[in-house]
C-alpha cells in the first residue's frame, strides 16, 4: 500500500521503508502546551510554515478557534483556513480520504488539540505509528479548575515529546503564568462547564486571565481588576 508522499504504510509483511529503499521518516506525535496567550497557534502556524517551506504537505486543523469559524488565527495577527475538528471526524479517514484523491498528507498540525476528544488523540497516534504521519498538537494543558483536558491528558500518555512553550505570559504579581483561570463578573469561577469561550480580552462576559499558581489557587486577580 502506498500513499502520494511515497511512503510505504507500515504493515505485517511490509518493510519499513520507501519503495525507493530510503528508510521511512521516523514520525512523532508531538504536543506543545501552555497557557492561553503563549503563543500556542503562532508556534502551530510557523511550524506549518517550516515544514511546507521544505516541500512537505500539511493539513491545519482546530476546534473551537477564537475567530469561532475553520480558521486558526493568533492574537499577533497571522490567520491560516483550517478544517474544523469535530466530535464525528475520524482523523485517519481525513488522510486517507485525501490520499484516495492523490493529495500528500505529510503531517498534521492539530490546533486546540485541548478541546478534540481522547478518540483524536488515539487517531493522532494511529497516524503516526501506521501512517508514518507527523502530527504535531498543540493546546492548552488544563482548564480552569487546573484540572487536565481529556484529550491533553491522552497526549502526555501517547506523544513521542512533550514541550512546554513559554513565551514569558506573566501573572500580574510577575510570576510565570501557569493556569488559565475564568473570570466572570470580576471573580474566579471554580465551577461550570469544561469549555466556555470567551477571550483574555476584558470586554466578553467570560473572560481568561492568566495566573501564577500561587495567585489561581488564591482567586486572586490582582489590584488592576
Ligand atoms: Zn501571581
Not at 140 to 151: G, I, V, Y
Not at 171 to 176: T, V
Request: aromatic share 8%; charged share 25%; glycine share 8%.
Amino acid at each position: 500500500m502506498a500513499h502520494p508522499s511515497g511512503a510505504s504504510v507500515r504493515h505485517e509483511n511490509c518493510s519499513p521503508q520507501r519503495h525507493d529503499g530510503r528508510p521511512l521518516h521516523a514520525a512523532a506525535l508531538k504536543f506543545f502546551w501552555g497557557p492561553m496567550d503563549c503563543g500556542k497557534s503562532t508556534m502551530a502556524l510557523q511550524m506549518n510554515y517550516n515544514h511546507a517551506r521544505q516541500g512537505r504537505r500539511g493539513l491545519v486543523l482546530t476546534r473551537i478557534d477564537r475567530s469561532l469559524g475553520p480558521r486558526v488565527t493568533t492574537r499577533i495577527g497571522l490567520a491560516h483556513d483550517a478544517i474544523e475538528v469535530t466530535d464525528d471526524l475520524d482523523l485517519v479517514a481525513l488522510v486517507r480520504g485525501r490520499w484516495a484523491e492523490g493529495i500528500r498528507v505529510d503531517y498534521l498540525i492539530c490546533d486546540e488539540a485541548c478541546f478534540y476528544t481522547v478518540e483524536h488523540v488515539e487517531q493522532m497516534a494511529e497516524l503516526v505509528d501506521a501512517y508514518d504521519v507527523d502530527v504535531f498538537a498543540f493546546g492548552l494543558a488544563t482548564d480552569f479548575r487546573s484540572c487536565l483536558f481529556p484529550a491533553a491528558q491522552r497526549l502526555f500518555e501517547l506523544a513521542d515529546e512533550v514541550a512546554r512553550i513559554q513565551v514569558e505570559v506573566l501573572c500580574w504579581c510577575g510570576r510565570e503564568g501557569l493556569l488559565n483561570a475564568r473570570v466572570a463578573d470580576g471573580r474566579v469561577v471554580r465551577e461550570g462547564q469544561r469549555v466556555v469561550i470567551g477571550d483574555t480580552v476584558d470586554t466578553a462576559d467570560v473572560r481568561y486571565q492568566v495566573l501564577c499558581r500561587r495567585h489561581h489557587r488564591a482567586g486572586d486577580l490582582g489590584p488592576a481588576v
